[in-house]
């Protein structure tokens, strides 16, 4: 067991690092906490601790990488220079790309660790390493896969081709005997593990397979690697090929492998290279262990973390981060060196994060913000908050639905062509139930519908949320737009009844009917919508939306039996060129802290317009008090009324005799901010309140002067008392209510492996899932095709105590049974 300290010096060291020990724990910890302590009996009490690692930090997911970095931090050691060498005796090895690859996986690098020595640990730690990465950066091995050989049990120059599944024959790795390619696809249907990869290649005319020069079988990426030329602990040479969709990930994964592992050769840190011969002719060297150089200046690094260090100590900051750096002379120049373990290094703002880390982000002096805003809610979603609280007013109730949904949803069950629809597609859909991003909230509210049938009618939904469309004239090909849907379903259309929304709504937006600059319908044709039962809304002349009578066989394929009436539009025209009032003022902190006080012959020379009066609402600017009162009401303000400049500003600024001291810091903020419009004050917006008192020719007048008694003090101190006992009745009462439980109807969708799987038994382990605030309902097995079933089985939720992820994570553990589990529904109750 470690002591106490020492945890505590390496949570410290991992936060300085810009790691977090996220936990200590061990393998018997871990299991009595999940599964009881009769389960952990038997497992390690190893110590491990837990460590939160960036994603784009690859060089740290193994345990060499982390403390070569944690060492070179601490100045222990220096970092390692990395080199590519020739083979001492003969060629390097050579890996040759047919053109056939180029239908499924056209890249290939490779590299050869000579000499390396592996223990237990260093094994573990290389597969764990390949496994991490394969998870990572190769995005599950869709973009790359890694595979590592023995060298000594194969001979090159490799070849890297691709041939139909019935051609290729091998024994795979841990297997006894050999399969075909199309017998290894069936077998690995039902393993755990590499199940999740087949798709990647299933479907392809040819799969990608790499032989020696005797014709044995190394890999069938991205699957599983021959048997013939498995690595051992007594492997002394190392062949590693990285096949790929994405030649760039390739190259980052390859220069990851072996720079970790390059300690443990004969030669530390040097990597054998190997030659990759692609279809053209061309030839290429890997690894490339490429080193790069940026330069940037030592001010830029001092600015945006908010520093004052030298140029060489920031060069030696850098340095600690494994960015070996040097001050070149010219100016505050910095030379920094980028190695080939630090992938994620992609901008200047990249190393500029590093010295931050590396000077210590608590070490970093707190200072005042030199830009002043005032934070306000983004104005679409005020609009939008706005309008729901009206439209549940109106008798609507909102829905929250999924942004992803079926092609058959924005398409075919609104009669309309995908291709018509500008939908975004998912490349790789996990299920059909979320194949594009929507393009209409139409669909979410009709299967909305669909799943509370039941409910007494009419049914009047709406939902204000983003649609998905694809933009050309975006830098990624795709825009969001705010949409407001609303719908109406009872036994007859209801078409007035959506109308007169649509009136409320502009009434609330302050739209005039009326063609011009108010807003007008217009007869249209739409196939999701009855013929001659749909209009089209214009507003100051441009369309933003459309309501109308639903089609019958759109009703029918959402499997509704009542007519429907809906309207859906934009409402992000209705947000104006004027929502958006830039705020910011960038004063530099200097010029504030030195600004001159004015002296008395300026003050003489103030125009004459300016009022004696320093008497404010806020009490007299001329002592401490009233400033102060006046600093405490601009603490969240930048002007004294709305978010411009007004003439409340300037009456203001005129009454206070002289500019006030940094002790009052936001009323010295807004005086020089106000005093920069001195000379278009006559032209700001009048004031809405008065906050400058009068001026009075005597202090000491009668009216400050109660001459007589008087109860209106008493009268208070009553009123006052009874105020606070109904307060408190009221109080009392109404903790007494008990407090609302938010609830969910769910119902999920549980898809078995194949036909012979015992539905019974699978929904016998589905309702087996016990959870404080969940209460299984009805269930009904649905054909899905090939005489396989899917059992759709509802149930309610508790919110606060159960949800979706930990239901899908607790039926999805009967593997035998169950391959997938979806949320066909989500209905707040």
Known sequence: MTSHKADEEFDELCFEFGLELDEITSEKEIISREQGDSKAS????????????????YDLLCLEGLVRGLQVFKNKIEAPRYRRVSPVNGEPQKLVITKETAAVRPYAVAAVLRNITFTQERYDSFIELQEKLHQNICRKRSLVAIGTHDLDTISGPFTYTAKPPADI?????????????????????????????????????????????????????????????KISLKTKNVFIECTATDLTKAKIVLDMMVTMFSEYCSQPFTVEEAEVVYPDGKTCKYPELAYRKEK??????NRKVGINESTEKIAQLLTKMCLQSKATGVGDEIEVEIPPTRSDVIHACDIMEDAAMAYGFN?????????????????????????????????????????????????????????????????????????????????GLLKTIAANRKMPLPLKLFEISDVVLKDETKDVGARNSRRFCAIYYNKSPGFEVIHGLLDRAMQLLEVKPGRGEGYHIQAADDSTFFPGRCAEI??????????????????????????????????????????????????????????????????????????????????????????????????????????????????????????????FCHLMRWYFHIKSFQREKASLPAAKSQFVLPATTNDTSDDDIDLFGSDDEAESAEAEKIKEQRLAEYAAKKSKKPALIAKSSILLDVK??????????????????????????????VPVGYGIKKLQIGCVVEDDKVGTDMLEEAITAFEEYVQSVDVAAFNKI
């Not at 940037?296 to 690094?301: A, C, G, K, N, Y």
């Not at 899932?769 to 309902?777: I, N």
Request: charged share 20%; net charge negative; glycine share 4%.
């Open 42 to 57: 038997g497992a390690s009490d190893v110590i491990l601790y837990k460590i939160d690692v960036p994603a784009n930090r």
């Open 752 to 781: 078995p492996w194949d036909d012979e799987t015992d539905m019974a038994k699978l929904e016998e382990c589905v309702r087996s899932v016990s959870m404080d605030g969940l209460l299984w309902g009805q269930s009904k097995l």
């Open 363 to 443: 070490n970093i002096t707190r200072t005042t913000p030199r830009t002043y805003t005032i934070a306000s809610q983004f104005p679409l979603n005020k609009l939008t908050e706005l309008l729901r609280q009206d439209m549940a007013a109106a008798g609507f109730t909102e829905a929250l639905n999924f942004a992803l949904c079926s092609v058959e949803d924005v398409a075919d069950k609104l009669g309309k062509k995908i291709s018509e629809t500008r939908a975004v597609h998912i490349s790789n859909p996990k299920t059909a139930e979320f194949q594009v991003a929507r393009t209409t909230l139409l669909p």
């Open 169 to 229: 024959c091998f024994k795979p790795l841990n297997q006894t005997k050999e399969y075909t390619a199309t017998e290894l696809m069936s077998l690995y249907k039902t393993d755990s593990h590499l199940r999740h990869y087949l798709h990647i290649i299933e479907d392809k005319p040819v799969y990608p397979i790499i032989y020696d020069s005797n014709g044995i079988v190394l890999s069938m990426p991205p699957i599983i690697n021959g048997d013939h030329s």
């Open 296 to 301: 940037l200046s030592s001010e830029f690094i």
């Open 538 to 663: 214009f507003v100051r002349g441009k369309s933003v939306g459309r309501l109308g009578v639903l089609h019958p066989d759109v009703i029918n394929r959402f499997e509704l039996t009542m007519p429907c009436s809906a309207l859906e539009m934009d409402i992000e025209p209705f947000l104006g060129h004027t929502t958006e009032t830039t705020l910011t003022h960038d004063v530099p902190m200097q010029e504030v802290m030195k600004h001159k006080f004015p002296t008395q012959n300026e003050c003489l020379r103030a125009p004459s317009s300016r009022p004696t009066s320093t008497k404010t609402v806020f009490g007299d600017m001329s002592t401490t008090a009233g400033l102060k009162a006046l600093n405490d009401f601009l603490a969240d303000k930048s002007y004294m009324e709305g978010f411009v400049a007004s003439q409340a500003d300037t009456e203001m600024f005129d009454a206070i005799p002289s500019a006030p001291s940094s002790t």
